[in-house]
């Protein structure tokens, strides 16, 4: 396996770990552990956590901007992409439910610790910030488009949130369903096509 291929792999193992068990509860020895590496092979692709950390933030960036992309490639209208969105909690109900937001719990761990990188981490949340204004935009909502942005990614977090704390399915997609009927009543009047849910 070569050094690009096992770095790949220790930064997925420590993103999951980050996520599962925390930051500051996943030591080098977890995440080396995982991926099966010595002490000294290990330290030979890191040599701090907060270097794995700052690879982890980035390639959840980079994952986070496919994924808003791919939602760009599929669908022409901004209801449907937005839907996709709110539809995040739905598809990731099982890993919510135990370990929340991976995006939330990741910047609020951070920001107890006053990390250095806590702004880097909130830099997550302004890609679906800005993506989910443009969306708004589209939907000829430009006056208040930041503010609804801002709304519908302050209720997924919330809903993420009362996940872990109650772990009811049933919640999410009552919630998520009710966030549809919330960006229905966003829409004007003169594009119903563009916001009309699937029967």
Not at 154 to 162: D, I, K
Not at 183 to 198: G, Y
Request: charged share 25%; glycine share 4%; aromatic share 10%.
């Amino acid at each position: 396996m070569g050094a690009s291929d096992t770095r790949r792999y220790i930064v997925e193992a420590a993103d999951r770990l980050f996520y599962e068990n925390g930051f500051e509860a996943t030591s080098f020895a977890d995440i080396a552990g995982d991926v099966g590496l010595s002490r000294g092979n290990f330290y030979y692709h890191f040599k701090t956590k907060d270097e794995i950390l700052d690879a982890v933030i980035a390639r959840r960036v980079s994952a986070t901007r496919a994924m808003l992309e791919s939602w760009e490639e599929a669908t022409p209208s901004p209801f449907e992409r937005i839907r996709s969105f709110a539809n995040i909690l739905v598809a990731n109900r099982t890993k919510i439910m135990v370990h929340g937001c991976p995006v939330g719990t990741l910047c609020n761990e951070l920001a107890k610790l006053d990390h250095a990188a806590r702004g880097d981490a909130a830099f997550l949340f302004s890609l679906f910030r800005d993506w989910l204004t443009r969306q708004f935009c589209a939907l000829e909502r430009e006056a208040d488009a930041d503010a609804l942005a801002l709304h519908i990614l302050m209720r997924s977090q919330g809903v993420a949130a009362l996940s872990t704390a109650f772990r009811d399915e049933d919640f999410i997609r009552r919630e998520v369903a009710d966030m549809e009927n919330w960006l229905q009543a966003q829409c004007p009047p003169a594009s119903p096509s563009d916001c009309r849910k699937p029967a």
